[in-house]
């Protein structure tokens, strides 16, 4: 069997691709490096076929299509804060980037395509914890960017048969998340400054919840949602573990008893676009 990761060398399409080639799999990996990191993918250089592209722009990379059996469409610019400043970057990479690669794999006929999209599309939703037929309110240019990928996708399912599914993922944690910037995911930036012994910022009162999933989950997911043959016009499965954790917990939880040396935690304004509370119903994932 073939595969196609595109975002393969990022933090959780790396580790899809270990799982890939555990399964036995030829693996081709399609990244621009923009975010993903050679790093990530070293340990399995030579096992794995790399195409440095731009999914955003139509290219030779198409070719890569060809006898592919499961396409994972990862690839995509992350970051709420940055979205709001650059939406155009975001519309290129996340809504254009998701029509180049359906296509390409619509022409090459793949068997299954996994579009990862964002529980971000949910907003404030009226309830908790939030199943996927809750009302879609995107926030911010990320969220709806993400959104309209799965948009696309799902009506490709309806209009062309094509066998995608959509996996909305909440908070990913795990080994290989980058903590490189402000606003990268909050648990390996709490890690890295529990390592160096600083205090935390916290936006806001610290009470905000997600719902936090560890990178090996997803990658379980993913792979028994690509084996999963479903009836369902555009489906569409929620990825997470039904428990909130609020952050000042989250602290709590990395710090451990060091925390009283390392000190509270900064608090600061709240950042936009954030939301307070995110927890998966994780019903439908379960059946
Ligand atoms: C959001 C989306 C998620 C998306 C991700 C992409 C929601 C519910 N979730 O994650 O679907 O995949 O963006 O980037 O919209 N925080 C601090 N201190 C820090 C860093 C963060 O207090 O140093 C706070 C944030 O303000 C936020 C929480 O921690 O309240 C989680 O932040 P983050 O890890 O960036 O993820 P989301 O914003 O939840």
């Known amino acids: 069997m073939k595969a196609i990761v ?37 340990h399995v250089w030579e096992q794995v076929e790399i195409v440095e592209c731009d999914l955003g722009v139509q290219g030779d990379w198409i070719r890569h299509f060809d006898n592919v059996d499961w396409v994972i469409h990862l690839a995509a610019l992350a970051d709420i804060v940055p979205s709001i400043q650059q939406p155009e970057a975001y519309f290129k990479a996340n809504v254009e980037g998701t029509f180049n690669v359906l296509q390409a794999a619509k022409t090459a006929g793949v068997k299954r395509f996994i579009y990862i999209a964002s529980s971000s599309c949910y ?62 995911g909050v648990i390996s930036l709490f890690a890295q400054w529990a ?47 039904g428990q909130q954790t609020n952050l000042l917990e989250l602290w709590e939880l990395i710090c451990g008893a060091a925390c009283t040396e390392v000190g509270e935690p900064h608090f600061e304004e709240v950042r936009p676009g954030d939301v307070r509370h995110s927890v998966a119903s994780t019903q439908k994932a379960k059946s």
Request: hydrophobic residues 35%; without cysteine; proline residues 8%.
């Open 195 to 241: 390592k160096q012994g600083k205090a935390p910022t916290v936006f806001g009162d610290g009470l905000q919840t997600r719902d936090f999933i560890f990178v090996s989950d997803v990658v379980k997911a993913n792979l028994l949602a690509a084996d999963f043959q479903t009836s369902e016009p555009a489906p569409v499965v929620n990825i997470g573990t």
């Open 123 to 184: 907003g404030i939703p009226d309830n908790y914890p939030t199943s996927e037929d809750a009302e879609i309110r995107p926030q911010y240019p990320y969220a709806l960017a993400k959104r309209i990928g799965e948009e696309l996708v799902m009506h490709w399912t309806q209009v062309y048969d094509f066998p995608a599914l959509s996996l909305r993922f909440f908070n990913v944690y795990g080994p290989r998340q980058d903590p490189s910037s402000p606003y990268s």
């Open 6 to 42: 595109t975002g393969g060398a990022g933090f959780i399409g790396s580790h899809l691709v270990d799982s890939l080639l555990d399964e036995n799999f030829a693996v081709t990996v399609l990244d621009n490096f923009s975010t993903g990191r050679v790093e990530n993918l070293e």
